[in-house]
């Protein structure tokens, strides 16, 4: 069994090991990933050796809860849970508020007493009685402030003593619990200290100042994180409430949840599609921008399918309910853009593997600051400065080392990029997806379907006598080949009506199997046939066969009238995706199980540079492995269902979906509608994404590699620097929001 269960507790990506590693020591468990950016965990496990109480029962002592998370579709019902969101911001905004209050206020006090001493002087003493009156208000803010809302972090210093183990709340309640301890003993026991101790100094502004300014981060950090999900709120949003159905032959307005499988429903201009279906009565124009992110409304006629959340921009239409509820095509998206959301990217193991032994490093450096400046500061500064730098640099050190924006590096840019791509009608299965397509440099493409139409259309009209126009060769020819079944008949039929040609009755009609048709048109036996032996001899029927296409000779009695050759065409936007593709430096294949000659012919028309031919569709699979053995990152692009094999061999599948057709079974990566333009777009974006991933590595990396040195005063020696705890925590929230904010721009990234 596999299930997505929302966790509650989660700080940071120690966090995230944390978890994992308990929850695996359950023999049922199987397999366990958690993502820190959308708070969630994934666990596959045998439901007869375990269950979800007891997984969220073992994750419980270290302060975590597991929550059972409802199916996508329900969410768009469930404000429930949108408002304990909102009041868990609330809580944090209105502990923000207080905190830099607090923060304010020690800060003024704080500066106002630096600025007033010599050699500074630039403003006046404080009085006695303002120094008396700050003096008693400190301790009680700082007492306020770490009881109340520091006290996440108290409990993290809790689970320590208790287990062991330790994360980012631990190491911010470790020290700002020493900086007020401290400052709280010499403010007791100020006269037994005096002779010891410079007494005058105490960390209580480093308390209130540092609990203020984490509080601030993680506002601002939830906040940020929160816009991440935009494009899953929007796809939730795009349901209808409600659906206007026929029962007993009467129209009813009805909740969504309360349509069936079968039921007509009524659409009327402007309004919402309910459910999917298939248009019984009328036509319409239909906005499917939701799914296919193209603007252009798309015309829909009877036995057209139509899917929930599009837009009816004109005419009324019938339809018949076929999915409902979570089977509708919305919801299946909700579902896999949650999914690829949650998914980790291989990238990320390293800032795991890093933050799982990066807390108790950090808790080793802090100690061992404080102690090499007790043992090497006494003897050079005395014991009363030696301790005091020596509580600054502890402090600072756990305070500036908080892993946050390590852990937030790789899901945040995830989110953005997956959702990104759904609103374009790319949807991305999971992240490994999406980084390996960032490598790609050979993209093999099927033919039929996917570089072509996947019908045959009149592509070409040579007319042999002089006395016959061209429109009367396409009447004559469309009118016999209107009664025809043939896939050939049905394109020349298309190509009369597209010129307005009139199909005139055909009389005495009759098939001759393997050759063509013949019958009479207005009075005149009209043949459309294939060439014969003579006939292939022809200079114009000898060159477009040689350019893969299929001719048929119209002929009236004993003469011939011209020809007309028929090909699979070339889709809109392959010729420019090609292009964009060799820009990028990335090789194209057709494989195909065409003749060579058609496929070479497409090929060129299209500007791919490599074309492997009459292939077997079980052999396509192996094609792509001989192409992997030539050291080539190869995605391969196919309909998702004949070229499933070839598609999971390759290093990323990429299915054409059209309609409610959501081929993802075997693909990583699916382009909705079948747009082949999507394809370089999702390539842009996976490159987009992981360029924004390492960017944000190496700012997590750089804050805390640079930071820890700087915080435990290695430079204080050689150039008097030491960092203050109340920068250390501007430098901590400032990189886990600066991450984010990089990851949110990905939403303004132009795909090109």
Known sequence: MKVTLIVKGIHCASCVSLIEKTIKKDSGVRNVSVNFGTEKVRIEFDEKLTDIKRLSGSVKPFGYELIQEKKPIDHIHNKMEVNNDKTELDILKKNLILGLSFAFISAVFMFWDILSLPPVSLLPEMSEIVKTFMHHLMPILATYTLFIIGLPYLKGVWRFIRTGVA???????????????????????????????????????????????????KYLESNSKAKTGEAIKKLMHLQAKTAIVLRGGIEIEIPIDQVVLGDILRVKPGMKIAVDGEITDGVSSIDESMI???????????????????????????????????????????????????????????????????????????????????????????????????????????????????????????????????????????????????????????????????????????????????????????????????????????????????????????????????????????????????????????????????????????????????????????????????????????LTGDNARAANYIAKEAGIDEVIAEVLPQDKANKIKELQSQGRKVAMVGDGVNDAPALVQADVGIAMATGTDVAIESAGITLLQGDIRKLADAISLSKATMRTIKQNLFWAFFYNVAGIPLAAGVFYPIWGILLSPVFAGVAMAGSSVSVVTNSLRLKTKRLK
């Not at 410079?198 to 509080?215: F, K, P, R, S």
């Not at 126009?469 to 080949?481: D, G, M, Q, W």
């Open 167 to 217: 994360n980012m709340d631990t190491l911010i309640g470790i020290g700002t619990f020493t900086a007020f301890l401290y400052s709280f003993i010499v403010t007791a026991f100020e006269n037994v200290l005096k002779p010891y101790l410079n007494t005058g100094i105490t960390y209580y502004d480093v308390t209130i100042v540092v609990i203020a300014l984490i509080t601030l981060g």
């Open 292 to 590: 296919t992110g193209e603007s252009v409304p798309v015309d829909k006629k009877v036995n057209d399918l139509v899917i929930g959340g599009t837009i009816n921009k004109q005419g009324s239409f019938l339809m018949k309910a076929t999915q409902v509820g979570s089977d509708t095509m919305l919801a299946k998206i909700i579902e896999m853009v949650e999914e690829a959301q949650g998914s980790k990217a291989p990238i990320q193991a390293l800032a795991d593997k890093i933050s799982s032994v990066f807390v108790p490093i950090v808790l080793v450096i802090s100690v061992v600051a404080l102690v090499a400046w007790l043992g090497f500061g006494i003897p050079a500064i005395g014991f009363s400065s030696a301790l005091s730098y020596g509580l600054l640099a502890f402090v600072g050190v756990l305070v500036i080392a908080c892993p946050c924006a390590l852990g937030l590096a790789t899901p945040t840019a995830i989110i953005v990029g997956v959702g990104k791509g759904a609103e374009r009608g790319i949807l991305i299965k999971d992240a490994e997806s999406l980084q390996k397509l960032s490598s790609v440099n050979t993209v093999v493409f099927d033919k039929t379907g996917t570089i072509t139409k996947g019908q045959p259309s009149v592509t070409d009209i040579v007319m042999f006598n002089e006395n016959t126009k061209t429109s009367e060769l396409l009447k004559f020819s469309a009118s016999i080949e209107f009664l025809s079944e043939h896939p050939l008949a049905q394109a020349i039929v298309d190509k009369a009506k597209s010129e307005n040609i009139t199909i005139e009755k055909a009389e005495g009609f009759k098939a001759l199997e393997g050759v063509g048709v013949i019958g009479n048109i207005l009075g005149e036996s009209i043949s459309v046939s294939k060439p014969d032996a003579q006939e292939k001899n022809n200079e114009h029927i000898s060159k477009l066969e040689s350019e893969g296409k299929t001719v048929v000779v119209v002929k009236k009695g004993d003469v011939v009238l011209g020809v007309i050759a028929l090909s699979d065409t070339i889709k809109e936007g392959v010729a420019e995706t090609i292009k964009r593709l060799n820009s990028q430096n990335i090789k194209t294949v057709m």
